[in-house]
């Protein structure tokens, strides 16, 4: 059985704070590692289920469009490091 701290830090662990450099300066932000939630204010709230059906769309869409451009980006990648190569 928890104690009743032990429970509070357990829940308070689920908002991380990720440090990241944007226009050469720090941002601290808060993430959530719980599935179907998101940060909003500060504060872990639930996704609705409308919004993860159209976030589970754009992620397929994006992936869709990655992929499609990855080949284009393959070729012209090995193009440059032939002309790299020829440099030398």
């Known amino acids: 059985m928890k104690t009743f701290q032990e429970y509070l830090d357990a829940t308070l662990e689920a908002l991380k704070r990720k440090i990241v ?7 601290i932000l808060k993430k959530t590692d719980k599935k179907g939630y998101k940060v909003v204010d500060g ?8 919004e993860k059906m159209n976030r589970k769309k754009a ?5 869709m469009k990655r992929k ?3 080949a284009a ?5 090995a193009r440059s490091m032939k002309k790299r190569k020829g440099m030398k």
Not at 43 to 50: C, I, N, T, Y
Not at 59 to 63: E, M, P, S, T
């Open 59 to 63: 992620a397929k869409k994006g992936a």
């Open 68 to 70: 499609s451009g990855s």
């Open 43 to 50: 504060k872990e709230v639930k996704m609705s289920a409308k």
């Open 73 to 77: 980006a393959a070729k012209k990648r």
């Open 21 to 27: 450099f944007r226009a050469g300066k720090k941002i």
